[in-house]
């Protein structure tokens, strides 16, 4: 059965992290390109980064460049999202969505999809 599973979301307060994972079962994650996505109540769900399945291009919304980090391990079938310096307007359901080999635009062009996480920043 294919499954995408992500953890490590939670309540953190402004200028604080929290990392992200995203774990595959059912399929070689090797194979695919992860992005991550948000939605926040009331807002559109928007692409936050993406990773081929090479591992050697990402990519990252220009409100997170510099705070956020995608990274993945093979070995383990897991990606990972390191976001630091965590601000009110991060806040938002993180998804995580996997299609083969390339990170496309538009999400409804990925394959498979986690339920997603809650990620809070608040003091």
Same mark, same amino acid.
């Given at each position: 059965?294919?499954?995408?599973?992500? %953890?490590?979301?939670?309540? @953190?307060?402004?200028?604080?992290?929290?990392? &992200?994972? =995203? *774990? *595959?079962?059912?399929?070689?994650?090797? /194979?695919? *390109?992860?992005?991550? !996505?948000?939605? $926040?109540?009331?807002?559109?769900?928007?692409?936050?980064? =993406?990773?081929?399945?090479? #591992?050697?291009?990402?990519? +990252?919304?220009?409100?997170?460049?510099?705070? !956020?980090?995608?990274?993945?391990?093979? $070995?383990?079938?897991?990606?990972?999202?390191?976001?630091?310096? &965590?601000?009110?307007? /991060?806040?938002?359901? +993180?998804?995580? $969505? *996997?299609?083969? +080999? !390339?990170?496309?635009?538009?999400? /409804?062009?990925?394959?498979?999809?986690?339920? #997603?996480?809650? @990620?809070?920043? %608040?003091?």
């Amino acid at each position: 059965q294919v499954q995408l599973v992500e %953890s490590g979301g939670g309540l @953190v307060q402004p200028g604080g992290s929290l990392r &992200l994972s =995203c *774990a *595959a079962s059912g399929f070689t994650l090797g /194979d695919y *390109a992860i992005h991550w !996505f948000r939605q $926040a109540p009331g807002k559109e769900r928007e692409g936050v980064s =993406c990773m081929r399945s090479s #591992g050697v291009t990402t990519t +990252y919304i220009d409100s997170v460049k510099g705070r !956020f980090t995608i990274s993945r391990d093979n $070995a383990k079938n897991t990606v990972y999202l390191l976001m630091n310096s &965590l601000k009110p307007e /991060d806040t938002a359901v +993180y998804y995580c $969505a *996997a299609v083969l +080999y !390339f990170c496309r635009s538009g999400w /409804d062009r990925y394959d498979y999809w986690g339920q #997603g996480t809650q @990620v809070t920043v %608040s003091s």
